[in-house]
């Protein structure tokens, strides 16, 4: 079944009507609150004036206390509209991350199974051309395989001559090895690192 790519407006239209909150006492209860606070600052302390800051400050409490509830009253009615409005948005979000998801992972699969074919076909192409030379039965294709080589940007004909040149330094190597003294301790460990001085230097410290 073909996908079609199904067209979305961006132009999204959302009405916002702002809510203006008129608290008409402000300027009158600031200037009442600041000479009150400024009296209190000012004034010579004693028993007497301090009873009176006290009761001052303790109407000035009850103010406070209604100001502060009519806030979070007025505070809660305004993020209802808001919370609804979130809920809808977080809603289609999740919606789309779901798919964004599900896109995701169907992408890894395809660049996992184009990979595992690219890996079946470059060991098809190993088996062929390892299959003429005498030293076929010791090196495999995991000693040729390299991780790059499974990228999409490595072209097959790029493998191909890198296998050519990596099998024939292979034959070099093994011809190498076949004149010198104790051989076969010297291919067990070339066939650990295919790194020809580093093989000898170790068998000939073990003798």
Do not use: C
Request: net charge negative; glycine share 0%.
């Amino acid at each position: 079944m073909k996908n079609e790519v199904i067209e979305i407006n961006n132009e999204i239209d959302i009405v916002v009507k702002e809510g203006k909150i008129a608290f008409k006492q402000y300027k009158a209860l600031l200037t009442t609150a600041q000479k009150t606070a400024d009296e209190i600052s000012n004034i010579i302390v004693s028993e007497d004036t301090i009873k009176s800051s006290k009761k001052m400050v303790a109407e000035w409490k009850k103010t406070v206390n209604v100001l502060e509830d009519k806030r979070k009253e007025i505070k809660k009615s305004i993020l209802i509209p808001y919370k609804s409005f979130e809920q809808q948005v977080k809603e289609i979000v999740s919606v789309i991350n779901g798919a964004d998801t599900i896109v995701r992972t169907q992408i890894r699969e395809l660049e996992e199974k184009e990979r595992d074919d690219k890996e079946d076909e470059i060991e098809e192409l190993f088996n062929e051309r390892v299959s003429n030379y005498t030293f076929k039965e010791l090196v495999t294709f995991r000693h040729f395989l390299k991780n790059e080589h499974l990228n999409k940007t490595v072209s097959m004909k790029k493998i191909d001559s890198e296998l050519t040149e990596w099998l024939e330094k292979r034959k070099s190597d093994f011809e190498y090895i076949n004149t010198v003294e104790y051989k076969e301790e010297v291919y067990n460990e070339y066939l650990k690192s295919f790194d020809v001085v580093s093989s000898i230097n170790i068998v000939t410290q073990r003798h």
